[in-house]
């Protein structure tokens, strides 16, 4: 018989180790976001709910619980306006833990 692991209990037993004011992730330019990106796909693309859109259209990011999948560049691939690197050895995503 099978078990079904829900995907938010399997993020669950990953561990996390923040560079503390060192985030690898990061808008170029926040007013492209704000007034010339209508779609603001990264706010919904993130497995790990990184970004998140203001009420007056800004976009924020906060990369820790990063997964490191790639895919806020990724899906903004026509406004080139994520500025994303690994996070310094040691740091960042620790996966499958428990
Ligand atoms: S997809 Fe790119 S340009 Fe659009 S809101 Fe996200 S970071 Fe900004
Ligand atoms: S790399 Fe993946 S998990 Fe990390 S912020 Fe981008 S979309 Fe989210």
Same mark, same amino acid.
């Given at each position: 018989?099978s &078990? &079904?692991?829900?995907v938010?209990?399997? #993020?669950?037993q990953?561990r %996390?180790? $923040?560079?503390s004011?060192?985030?690898?992730i *990061?808008i170029i330019?926040?007013?492209k976001? @704000?007034?010339?990106?209508?779609?603001q796909?990264?706010? $919904?693309?993130?497995p790990a709910?990184c970004?998140?859109?203001?009420?007056?259209?800004? &976009?924020? $990011?906060? *990369?820790?619980?990063? #997964?490191?999948?790639g895919?806020?560049?990724?899906i903004c691939?026509?406004? *080139?306006? $994520?500025?994303?690197?690994y996070? @310094?050895?040691? %740091?960042g995503? #620790?996966?499958?833990?428990?």
């Open positions: 018989m &078990v &079904v692991v829900k938010e209990e399997k #993020l669950f990953n %996390y180790k $923040v560079d004011g060192r985030p690898h *990061s330019d926040e007013d976001c @704000r007034n010339h990106c209508e779609a796909a990264c706010t $919904v693309c993130c709910a970004w998140t859109a203001e009420a007056n259209g800004q &976009v924020t $990011v906060i *990369s820790d619980g990063c #997964l490191e999948c895919t806020c560049r990724i691939d026509e406004h *080139s306006n $994520v500025a994303w690197e996070p @310094r050895g040691g %740091y995503i #620790l996966f499958k833990f428990g």
